[in-house]
C-alpha cells in the first residue's frame, strides 16, 4: 500500500481568532459598539445633488456659438467611412463655428487601434482641433467624456457609441451629435 496523494487546497487561508472571541483575554478583546439613539424630533437632513446654474429649465444657456464639441474615437472612425470632412460637416449641421476638441483619453485611444487608423490619427493631430489634457486615472474615453461634461455643460457630444448614448442622454442640457444616412 501506497502513500495516498493529497491534492492541494489554492487560496485556503489560516484560521484567526475573532476579536470578540471568549478565549481572548479581557484586555485584547474588542469593545462592543454602542448604538446611538436617534432623536425622532431632530430635522432629517438628506443630500441632493445641487442643480446646475447654467440649465433653464432644460435650456442650456452656456451653449452658443462657438460651439465646442467633444470628439469620440468612433465619431472619427464612421466620418472617414461615410467621406465627409469632419469640421465642414459639423459647420454644416450647426451654422456656426465649431471648435472640436480631443481629450488625451480619446487620442491615446486611437493611437492603440494601431496602423489600420493611422487616418483617424492624423485627423486627431489636426491644429484645428483643441486638445483638452485629463488629469484622471486610466485612458477610459467614455467616462472621461461623461466626467467632462457633468462637470462642464458647455460642450456638444460627437458619438456614435451607443452606450455612451444613452449616458450622456440621462445628463439633462448636454446635446449629442452622431452621423446616420452618411450626414
Known sequence: ????????????????????????????????KKKEKKDPSALKEREVPQHPSCLFFQYNTQLGPPYHILVDTNFINFSIKAKLDLVQSMMDCLYAKCIPCITDCVMAEI??????????????KDPRFER??????????????VQRVTQHKCYIVA?????????????PGVPIMYISNHR
Open 132 to 145: 483638452l489634457p485629463c488629469t484622471h486615472k486610466g485612458t477610459y474615453a467614455d467616462d472621461c467624456l
Open 1 to 32: 500500500m501506497g502513500k495516498q496523494k493529497k491534492t492541494r487546497k489554492y487560496a485556503t487561508m489560516k484560521r484567526m481568532l475573532s476579536l470578540r472571541d471568549q478565549r481572548l483575554k479581557e484586555k485584547d478583546r474588542l469593545k462592543p
Open 111 to 124: 493611437e492603440k487601434l494601431g496602423q489600420k487608423y493611422r487616418v483617424a490619427l492624423r485627423i486627431a
Open 159 to 171: 458619438t456614435v457609441d451607443r452606450d455612451l448614448k444613452r449616458r450622456i442622454r440621462k445628463i
